[in-house]
């Protein structure tokens, strides 16, 4: 392929090059940072001379399906023909394509609809409305008299019609309206329907889409990067003769990271590095082990090591109740480092030339990774271009606030010189044991409860990581408390229903980089909440639906009540299962959406089995409800994966599963049935890339509670 014609060449074309029209939104401060090819209108919409409309997604295709729900925000308020809708991913440009709410552009939070729900509708809705004012003033007929059907506009009366390419140039001569008039909910004819199909389906069927590690530039070079075995260890010299002793080997060379080879294919790349004999200097390495660290977590969380408590919740007195002579319960749930586990390990080709650099690869924060280069090459950001492509799944690993393969990549292009492409490639095992896992987590919790059963007081001890300390966002910390290692306990409705609550966490500083992984801080939050209410309701002698719904109902939690209700009709829970079976319930909203879990569950060989779950989301309109669907059952996939087996080993400081033959993931044959009930709604849409992925694995665990009475204290499920 050639990408030598970068995509901001291709996207900031002049406004009727090709008798295309360019609409979009008003930037504030674009006049002063860009030219006047932009006229009045920010650049997310093309209409071409064919009749083929171009959304520009300022969020990146992560294989999430956003791009295409952002295509039909555009499409049906413009009333385009949906056959003859494109997406291209915009440039790296924060004042045009940035985030407001964090002044970047990055694709996170399960926010690409949500937050282009209005922008993007606006974008169609204003190109619609000067197409019709173009096309009434040639055929001097009212506004009002015109109709637009499948990118075609009409004029009853006069029996006549056309396509918008007949009344593209009239129409970049007009002014859109700043605050068009949008459709109501029951005027759309697109959004919420299954006409909205993926758009990147057929290119990644057949082999056609391009991911980084199919990128084949002139002249370009393969590298592979020996690391330390070690989090924090550092070369302390290395023998690189046979290495370059190896055919297609180019370079050897030390950047900060390791020891790179270069080389003229992927496979020499990996041959020279093999053949590399590097000595490790771990004087500052971290040299523990996984589990050690776990009881170090578990020790702090009972007060019996030292840790630096922040509050994040507090109301009422706790002690009195937790003093007394009523029931106390003490819970406890551990959960281990993750692995994102992408089935495209990270890779990036990177040319540089000075302080000038081109980065090609799937990027999630494309704001960070400039300023990061453009720190690391003595440049300025807009100095380093991003082409942006499909990434071969992310999970949160490819948005690292430091860059960290990035700036490997960089280096190793730098050193090569001449704006000579060079592609780093890492390995599986690169991947798994080069860190930014979801942290190791102790939750422990105190309550007590009232002669109902129903918690009085709550005293909770949360021991994490923290993702934020030392990056760019740092200041988002708190009085010690970073959002990220407390969201579903901090909003927890179980916390709002109880008089007294004590919620404190310690972030510990570790040599182990963390970062967060599909669903942040509710991969762990919605586990230790949803399987301490569970254990609270067996305590009681109280079902765990009607003890959800007690809560619920005092915390005034009325997504979580419908959803909570909607399950248990779907699911038939209360109904009989055979021998062996049971049925395990869990409810937990996170990025605006509220997703309830019912999983059937037995024991097979003391191994979970799950045949079947149900699905019900709350959130908001579903644009796209099969891709909605699609996201609740890859979500809960991905969840129950780790759930039942996920688990970074570390054994004194080197990481032991490295390659899915030992680090276990599920199997098809292991999938359960899935069915996804999305709540109806006429409201804004609420994230669906996350929250349908941590409520799988307490559902699974509240299922093993009902079949032994045993509550499961530490993940994953299944102990390899």
């Not at 592979?224 to 190896?246: L, N, T, Y």
């Not at 507090?314 to 692995?339: C, E």
Request: net charge neutral.
């Amino acid at each position: 392929m050639s990408l030598d014609l970068s995509r901001r060449t291709l996207i900031f074309s002049t406004v009727l090059a090709g008798g295309a029209l360019l609409v979009g939104r008003t930037v504030p401060g674009l006049a002063a940072a860009k030219p006047a090819r932009f006229a009045d209108f920010g650049p997310f919409l093309r209409i071409g001379s064919d009749g083929t409309i171009t959304i520009i997604a300022k969020y990146a295709e992560l294989g999430q399906g956003a791009q295409s729900g952002m295509a039909a925000l555009v499409a049906d308020e413009l009333d385009a023909d949906w056959s003859k809708v494109r997406v291209e991913t915009a440039p790296a440009d924060p004042i045009t394509y940035g985030r407001p709410a964090f002044k970047m552009q990055i694709t996170g939070g399960s926010a690409s609809i949500s937050d282009s729900w209005l922008e993007l509708r606006r974008t169609g809705a204003a190109a619609r409305a000067v197409l019709l004012e173009a096309a009434a003033a040639q055929w001097r007929v009212p506004v009002a008299d015109l109709s637009v059907t499948n990118g075609t506009i009409a004029h009853a009366a006069s029996k006549r019609s056309a396509p918008f390419a007949q009344f593209l140039e009239a129409a970049a001569k007009l002014t859109p309206p700043t605050d068009p008039v949008l459709k109501r909910p029951d005027q759309f004819r697109l959004i919420g329907t299954e006409k909205v199909t993926r758009l990147d389906a057929r290119a990644k069927s057949n082999g056609t889409a391009i991911f980084t590690q199919d990128v084949r530039l002139p002249d370009m070079l393969v590298a592979m990067v020996a690391h330390s075995p070690r989090f924090g260890g550092v070369v302390k010299s290395f023998d690189d003769k046979a290495a370059r002793a190896v055919p297609g080997v180019v370079d050897i060379f030390q950047i900060p990271s390791g020891v790179a080879v270069v080389a003229r294919d992927t496979f020499s790349a990996k041959t020279g590095r093999e053949a590399l004999s590097v000595e490790w200097d771990d004087a500052q390495a971290e040299t523990r082990s996984s589990d050690a660290i776990q009881a170090q977590y578990q020790a702090m969380a009972a007060g019996q090591a030292k840790a630096d408590w922040a509050p994040f919740v507090t109301k009422g007195d706790v002690a009195p109740a937790l003093s007394g002579k009523g029931r106390i319960v003490t819970l406890d749930v551990a959960m281990p480092f993750l692995a994102h586990a992408t089935m495209e390990p990270m890779n990036c080709v990177a040319q540089v030339d000075g302080t000038r650099c081109r980065l090609t690869f799937g990027t999630q924060s494309h704001t960070a990774d400039q300023r990061n280069i453009a720190r690391l090459l003595g440049g300025k950001p807009e100095e380093v271009e991003i082409v942006t492509l499909p990434a071969g799944g992310s999970f949160g690993r490819r948005s690292v606030a430091t860059s960290d393969y990035q700036k490997e990549a960089v280096s190793i292009a730098r050193h090569v010189g001449g704006f000579r492409p060079v592609k780093l490639v890492w390995t599986r095992e690169d991947d798994m044991a080069g860190g930014y896992y979801r942290p190791l987590t102790h939750h422990r919790a105190r309550v007590a409860l009232d002669k109902d059963g129903y918690p009085t007081a709550w005293e909770h001890r949360l021991v994490t990581a923290s993702l934020l300390r030392g990056t760019m966002f740092e200041a988002a910390i708190k009085n010690g408390v970073e959002r990220h290692g407390v969201e579903g306990v901090i909003d927890s409705p179980y916390l709002a229903a109880v008089p007294a609550v004590d919620a404190r966490v310690f972030h510990p500083p570790e040599k182990i980089p963390v970062l967060w992984l599909r669903s942040v801080g509710a991969t762990h939050t919605a586990m230790a909440m949803e399987h301490m209410v569970d254990q609270l309701a067996r305590q009681a002698g109280i079902d765990p639906a009607t003890y959800r719904r007690t809560l619920y109902t005092r915390a005034n939690a009325t997504s979580h009540l419908a959803v909570l209700e909607a399950a248990l009709e779907k699911s038939g829970w209360g109904s009989p299962l055979e021998s062996g079976w049971a049925r395990g319930l869990a409810v937990h909203a996170c990025f605006g959406s509220t997703v309830a879990n019912v999983a059937e569950v037995s024991l097979e060989n003391g191994e979970p089995r799950v045949r079947r779950v149900t699905v019900v989301v709350d959130c908001g309109t579903a644009v796209a409800p099969d891709q909605v669907q699609a996201q609740m059952e890859g979500g809960l996939m991905y969840g129950l994966s780790y759930s039942l087996y996920g688990e970074v080993k570390i054994v004194d400081g080197v990481v032991e599963r490295t390659n899915f033959d030992s680090y276990r993931v599920l199997r098809m044959e292991e999938a359960p049935q899935v069915t996804v009930h999305i709540l109806p709604s006429t409201q804004p849409p609420t994230g669906v890339g996350e929250p349908g992925t941590p409520v799988i694995g307490p559902a699974v665990a509240n299922a093993i509670l009902a079949l032994t009475g045993k509550p499961v204290t530490r993940l994953p499920l299944v102990r390899a």
